[in-house]
């Protein structure tokens, strides 16, 4: 592994000789490197992002990677049918543990609603939860098509907190990225005296992405940033229709 001094004269380096060089472990332009705040949690919840092609190949925003980076329980993996996913099906066949489909329905378990000893109870000794990662329509199709995942109970909770992601259209006002929901549900696991973690800072490299696409956008002339981008930031308020959504799934209407 390189070291942080090393690592930080490399990251340094990249952006004198080209700004939009991406690092190495958060694949962000060297120049908005997001790895110093970085803060890895150690969770007894493995949480498995199940990330869309597109999501993997063209989202520079994303947010699973990050919420990835933030947990030291955690994987992605890449695909959209997972029926067949060997890893997949590892997991879902290991014995003495239990799998959850994070996702939006009825007769799911509220996190948000139950007692400690329920969540206790219904998370088990081995809890391994996944997550869809990628747009709406994407998360749907990928549920879809894989009926290994259509098995799973699923959980769920009660949002009433508006996203952070102001750079991004939404479904919908409560929507929520990847790593906003997995602060949630390690929140809420917390309360149920299930999780010990501290997630004070799991936010902040998310909060200094959304901090540094601002900077952008409001000072497009920035010689490191180069973009076409109106000087005007109006929030994302204004929600897509189904067709155009491009945010994670987190609320269903």
């Not at 949480?47 to 947010?63: Q, S, W």
């Not at 329980?73 to 695909?79: A, D, K, L, W």
């Not at 489909?101 to 000893?117: A, H, I, Q, V």
């Not at 999780?195 to 490299?205: A, I, W």
Request: hydrophobic share 35%; net charge positive.
């Amino acid at each position: 592994m390189v070291s942080d001094p090393i690592k930080k004269t490399f990251n340094l380096q990249l952006e004198i000789e080209n700004p939009r060089i991406k690092c190495y472990k958060c694949l962000r332009p060297a120049s908005t490197c997001i790895c110093k705040h970085i803060s890895p949690l150690h969770t007894k919840t493995r949480f498995i992002i199940l990330m869309h092609p597109m999501e993997y190949n063209k989202e520079k925003n994303g947010t699973g990677r990050m919420t990835n980076l933030q947990l030291e329980n955690s994987e992605i993996i890449v695909g959209v049918d997972f029926t067949d996913n060997k890893r997949v099906n590892e997991i879902l066949n290991k014995e003495n543990s239990s799998s959850f489909l994070l996702y939006p329905g009825k007769d799911n378990f509220n996190l948000s609603t139950r007692e400690s000893s329920e969540i206790i109870l219904f998370m088990g000794d081995d809890p391994h939860i996944f997550l869809l990662d990628g747009t709406w329509p994407c998360a749907r199709k990928m549920l879809k098509m894989s009926k290994n995942l259509q098995k799973l109970k699923r959980v769920s909770f009660d949002n009433k907190i508006k996203s952070k992601f102001i750079i991004k259209q939404q479904p919908e006002a409560l929507c929520l990225s990847t790593i906003e929901s997995v602060f949630t549900v390690l929140n809420l696991l917390k309360k149920g005296d299930f999780e010990q973690c501290n997630t004070e800072n799991f936010l902040l490299p998310f909060e200094k992405m959304i901090e540094h696409q601002l900077e952008f956008i409001l000072h497009p002339d920035n010689e490191s940033y180069h973009s076409n981008a109106n000087r005007e930031y109006i929030p994302k308020n204004m929600y897509k229709k189904d067709s155009e959504r491009n945010i994670f799934f987190e609320q269903e209407g």
